[in-house]
Structures are given as C-alpha cells and as structure tokens.
C-alpha cells in the first residue's frame, strides 16, 4: 500500500510513525511539505539565542497518559522535558487577578469585585429559577452563565480581542470545556478572599529542555526525514479510480493535514458547493511577537491574559524563557506576545510592535529601555472560529469527502480546536483503522 500524507505537523509525522509501528513498511510512506522544515503549527524559531514557538507558547499536557508518554519518548523521553506547574494569571489595572477570572475576583478592586458577584448570583438565581436554555450565541451565553460583571470586566473586552468579532457571531456550542465553569461555591469563596484553583487539568505541564516546543515534532520527524518530502507544495489531488494522483503520482490512499479551506483549489472534482462550504469556514491568523529583554529573571509566571485595549494589542502573553533556561541567553529573558487577526485580513504593520511595548509598559509589565530586541512570525490559519454556519458546512463537507474516501485529519484538516496531543491521538486512532484495512487486503 502506497500512501500520500499531505502536510507534515505534527498529526501527519504522528500518522507516519503509528503506520510504521503498526508494521507498515517505511518505504510506502510519503509526506508531502510545502514548508522547508517539518513541524507546521508547532515550529519554534530561534533569534539570536531567543527561542520562541512561532504560533504562540505551546504546552504539553494530555488527559491521555499513553499518548503523552508516546510524545515524550518520541523526543527523547521524560528525561528531556521539563515539569512546570502552572502559573497564570489576568493582568487587570495594575493588579494580579488569579486565572480563572472567576476563581479571582477576590483580587479585583472592591467595586469591580461587587459587580462581579452581584452578577454572578443573579446570572446563577436566574438559571435556577428558570431553567433556561443555554443561549447558542457565545455573547448571549456568557451573561447566561458569567452574569454582567464578569462579562464586562474580563469576559467580553477578551473575547473580543481575541475573535475580532461580535460575540454574537459565534457560537456558544465550542465552550463545553474550553471555557472554565466553576462551581458557584468556588466564586462565593473567591469573592471574599479564600484561594479556589480552577482549571485543574493543565496544573502541571510538560515543555522541551531544548529546541522549543518543536523539539516534539522534530522527534517524531527523526526516522521520518527520508520519507518527508521538504519544500513540495501539493498542488493537486485527483481521484482516478479506486486509487488517488497527487502532483501527477500514483498512490493507494491520501490522508489530507492540510486546511479544508485550500481544498477547492487542489482537488478539480470538488462539487462547487462542497468548495464553497471549504471557503466559507472561518478562522482567526496569529501574529506572535517575541520581546528579547535585558532582564534575569521574570515574576514565577507561565502565561497572562491582557483582557483591556489599554493594556494594547496582545491578549496574551507568555514567560517564554521561564518555561526553559534553554530559551533565552543567560541573564536574558523573553516575552511573547499574541495577537489574532481576523481571518483573511492583512497582518497589521510595523507599529504592532510599538502599540504592544507601550501596552505593556504601561501595564507595569517592562520597560521600554529592556527590550533588546522584537522578532514577528505571522501565521494564517491558528484558531477555528465556531460561527453559525460551522456545524452544516462540516457536515455537507465530510460526507462528501467521505464519499470519495479522501481521510483528513488534523487541527485545521477538520477544523477542529485540537492540541497537539489531541492531533496525536486522531493520528493514532486513524493508523489503527488503516492498518487493520491494509491487514484485511482492501
Ligand atoms: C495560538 C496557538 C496556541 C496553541 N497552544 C498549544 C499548546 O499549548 N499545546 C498544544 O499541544 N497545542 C497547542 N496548539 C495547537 C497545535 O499547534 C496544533 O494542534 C498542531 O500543531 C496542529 O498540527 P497539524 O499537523 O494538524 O496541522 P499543521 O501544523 O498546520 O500542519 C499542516 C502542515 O501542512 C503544511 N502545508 C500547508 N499547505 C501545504 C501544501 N499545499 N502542500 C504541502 N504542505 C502544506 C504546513 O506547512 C504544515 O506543516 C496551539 C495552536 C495555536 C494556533
């Protein structure tokens, strides 16, 4: 069996080794990358002695122990990761506020924390009483389930830089444990100053030694690297029977990585309504800043959440350097610095750089003289934005692709808000399926 994998990220590396695991030979094995190195959204760059993940700091932790020991092993075991817990907070005027906001508001000021809770209660009493259905659109949803406070204060200023949308325009259907809901016990404890800890699943977390996060896909790449074709864009795919051409080839089957939304473009059989579904799915780009400082050392901090315009551009930012020493030079230390980009609008110019460095200044977080120097890497498709439509477009778009039996798999190869230890464990529930096809001779 001769097999096409298109894109090699991390589920397409992950797909090739489980295949080569379950017993297939390497040889049948081919992965097509447009880019000059393996790793896709999972890449790190190293500037001068700074290394930063290029689509924002990336985490390894995974509620799926054999998937998480696999990715360990595959980049040189336990042994080359560091064990973190996690630190993160909100920056909020010059305060800290604990992460969940809602495990927070007892470090909000007094009046802030008032409305918080005043809302909070009255949101709960209301659902209660009620019993209303949860809205489906996401800004209708949050004062549902947040009250007016919190969606004032933190959740829809957030939101907001963080979709570059009206909140309404998504839906509610993507927060089912994405978005932290904490019990209504917790809040009141939190409100009057009793420490609650929310979002427990990622306390603990696992990062490279060396190489950013990229050290993972660069393992699972090692074995691979003959049979990853480097700088070879897909141009097309075609169907010709019971088997597939990609770029004029033959090949028995084709597992896609690559966005639903490029598609249209390579596969000429595609119905126009099938392509216009691809065309339609929205997502957001990133643009990730990584600030060089001349400074030691960082507050014991993983990552901060910038909720207010005033605090500039970014809605994120991570202690990069406090992940591994690795990162950043001696007696240096490195910041990164997220911001979205609505999907298919121009990444913002040169004064990104300087509306972020003012933001943060003026957040109390550095100061403009620190700052070395900046490095930028911008990136199209980083987050699916569950609008209206999503649900119905996916729909009509896999069962067509189904009927064709073109496999596709990955965070943007089925639009879906996957880590990359979720990407791993698609890659191996698919290689267990088509092994057992190719076992069985079909
Ligand atoms: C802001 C952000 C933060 C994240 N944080 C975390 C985190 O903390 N922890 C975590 O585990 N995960 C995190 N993730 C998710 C993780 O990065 C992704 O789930 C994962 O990298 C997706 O891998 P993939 O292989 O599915 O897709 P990709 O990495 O997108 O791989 C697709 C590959 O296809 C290639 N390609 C594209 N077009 C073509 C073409 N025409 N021909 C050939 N090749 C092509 C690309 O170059 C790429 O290498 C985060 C993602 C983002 C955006």
Redesign the pocket.
């Known amino acids: 069996m001769k097999i096409a994998i298109?894109?090699?990220?991390?589920?397409?590396?992950?797909l090739a080794r489980f295949l080569v695991e379950g017993g297939l030979d390497a040889d049948s094995v081919h992965l097509?990358?447009?880019?000059s190195a393996?790793?896709?959204?999972?890449?790190s760059k190293n500037v001068d002695g700074f290394t930063y993940?290029v689509?924002?700091?990336?985490?390894?932790?995974?509620k799926d122990k054999p998937a998480m020991a696999w990715i360990q092993e595959k980049a040189g075991g336990a042994d080359a990761f560091v064990e973190k817990d996690r630190h993160t907070r909100i920056r909020f005027g010059q305060r800290w506020v604990n992460y969940p906001f809602e495990n927070g508001l007892g470090d909000l000021p007094p009046e802030a924390n008032f409305d918080c809770l005043r809302g909070y209660v009255a949101a709960w009493h209301q659902r209660q009483t009620t019993k209303s259905p949860a809205p489906k659109e996401f800004g209708a949803w949050v004062q549902w389930r947040f009250g007016e406070g919190i969606a004032r204060h933190f959740m829809d200023p957030y939101n907001a830089k963080v979709w570059k949308r009206e909140l309404d325009f998504l839906t509610s259907d993507w927060v089912a444990g994405r978005v932290p809901d904490a019990p209504v016990d917790d809040v009141l404890r939190s409100a009057v100053g009793i420490r609650t800890e929310g979002y427990t699943h990622q306390a603990i977390?696992y990062y490279p030694k060396n190489g950013g996060?990229q050290a993972i896909?660069d393992g699972i790449a090692a074995p691979l690297r003959p049979r990853i074709r480097l700088s070879?864009?897909?141009?097309e795919i075609v169907r010709k029977g019971e088997s597939w051409r990609v770029n004029g080839e033959d090949f028995d089957l084709v597992v896609n990585?690559?966005?639903l939304t490029?598609l249209p473009d390579?596969v000429p059989a595609m119905p126009r309504e099938i392509a216009a579904a691809c065309k339609a799915l929205e997502y957001n780009g990133?643009v990730?800043v990584l600030l060089a400082l001349d400074r030691a050392a960082h507050p014991d901090l993983s990552w901060i959440y910038l909720p207010h315009d005033s605090q500039g551009p970014a809605n994120r930012i991570t202690y990069m350097s406090n992940y591994a020493p690795s990162l950043a030079p001696k007696g240096r230390s490195s910041l990164l610095c997220?911001v979205?980009t609505a999907g298919g609008t121009p990444f913002p110019g040169a004064q990104l750089e300087r509306d972020i460095i003012d933001g943060l200044a003026r957040s109390g977080l550095i100061r403009r003289d620190e700052v070395l120097f900046h490095d930028r890497t911008a990136?199209k498709?980083?987050?699916v934005v569950f609008d209206h439509g999503y649900a119905a477009r996916r729909q009509a778009i896999f069962a067509w692709l189904d009927s064709v039996g073109l496999w596709t798999?990955?965070?943007?190869?089925r639009f879906e808000y996957?880590?990359?230890?979720?990407?791993v464990i698609k890659a191996r529930g698919l290689a267990e399926k088509l092994l057992e096809r190719a076992r069985a001779g079909q």
Request: charged content about 15%; glycine content about 16%; overall charge negative.
């Open positions: 298109l894109g090699a990220g991390v589920t397409g590396l992950s097509f990358e447009e880019s393996p790793g896709g959204l999972c890449a993940d689509t924002g700091g990336h985490i390894l932790y995974s977390f996060f896909t070879t864009p897909v141009r990585t690559l966005s490029f390579l990133i990730c997220e979205t990136t498709q980083a987050y798999l990955g965070r943007f190869g996957d880590n990359s230890d979720q990407c």
